[in-house]
Nanobody, 117 residues
Framework: QVQLEESGGGLVRPGGSLRLSCTFSGAIPSIYFMEWYRQVPGKEREMVAQVTPVGGSNYRDSVKGRFTISRDVVGHTLTLQMNNVKPEDAAVYYC???????????WGQGTQVTVSS
């Protein structure tokens, strides 16, 4: 089992920046990919950004050019740098680790991002 814990959420003004972090520990698989998801009440959880086992990244269209995902393999930390934040970015953000071999998924508990002036 892998434990994940997000931090860094909070209140940000439109156009501002926020940096989310996710630390992971436990039985970390040898090959895995990690993602940031977000969810607002009444809607399905949606993938925001992904970092692949070889370090590539993918983003949903609405955050391209504004968000950056990065992973510190040694430090076991996943980050999401959010720039030029928009009101529609407000959500609970979750990090997820997926074992490539078994497809097992592990989620964090989420961190709230509120966007308001």
């Amino acid at each position: 089992q892998v434990q994940l814990e997000e931090s860094g959420g909070g209140l940000v003004r439109p156009g501002g920046s926020l940096r989310l972090s996710c630390t992971f520990s436990g039985a970390i698989p040898s090959i895995y990919f990690m993602e940031w998801y977000r969810q607002v009440p009444g809607k399905e959880r949606e993938m925001v950004a992904q970092v692949t086992p070889v370090g590539g990244s993918n983003y949903r269209d609405s955050v391209k050019g504004r968000f950056t995902i990065s992973r510190d393999v040694v430090g076991h930390t996943l980050t999401l740098q959010m720039n030029n934040v928009k009101p529609e970015d407000a959500a609970v953000y979750y990090c997820k680790l997926t074992n490539v071999r078994t497809r097992d998924e592990n989620w964090g508990q989420g961190t709230q991002v509120t966007v308001s002036s």
